[in-house]
């Protein structure tokens, strides 16, 4: 009887299941570095748009060629003036958890990624308040319903000629290049670019900017859980 011929070499090892498992991991990783990457919110800073425990999907094609804009809801790596340099440590265990969590969304993201709100863009110059107390991009007032418990203020009892001043107020800056000015919507709860720089006496370097290069990707749709599923 004449033999059946042996299937080529590049047949069998591409119909292991190994090489498919690991063809999945490939093609994973060129998912979460490239187009998409799912994201846990740590916190509630940016209540109620994002609830602490939402996953959301990250959208690391949406600045291709160009950057975030004002009102942009972004993730990014936060460098050591954040406060999170003791993040960064953690045990091989914690590290395998934030591994799975950064795959599948379900557990916590990197030590580094926080989310937060565009306010300011390179050039652009941010202060706050007008009398009504509302924030100001290049002058001109921001209409913003995302803000919830906002920091108090009273034209003319506490406002930001008052003493003390309302701790809304942050005197203007000019964001600079290649930075963002990121705030989040849970303002009088959110340890953001502004954090250190509502007071009297704030020093010029109280502010903490993300780079563009710091940019993960833009928030797109919170997919978990199911009844708070929601597209940007």
Known sequence: MPQTPSRPRWRRVAGSPWFHLVAAFVLAGLVL????????VPSGSMETTLEPG???????LAYVGSSPGSGDVVVFDAGPE????AAAAS????????????VTGFGPSGAHTLIKRTIGTAGQTVACCTDE?????????????????DFAFEPGTLDCTSTPRSPRCFDAVTVPAESLL?????????SDSAAFCRSDDAAPTCWRWATRADVVGKAAVVFWPVP????F
């Open 33 to 40: 570095s490239f187009v998409a990457k799912p994201y846990w």
């Open 54 to 60: 939402d996953r959301v999907l990250v959208n690391r």
């Open 82 to 85: 954040w406060d999170i340099a």
């Open 91 to 102: 045990d091989p265990l914690r590290g395998a958890l934030r591994w799975i969590g950064e």
């Open 133 to 149: 107390g509302r924030l100001t991009v290049d002058g001109a007032p921001l209409d913003e319903p995302y803000v919830t418990n």
């Open 182 to 190: 990121l705030l989040g919507d849970n303002r009088g709860n959110s």
């Open 228 to 231: 708070r599923w929601n597209v």
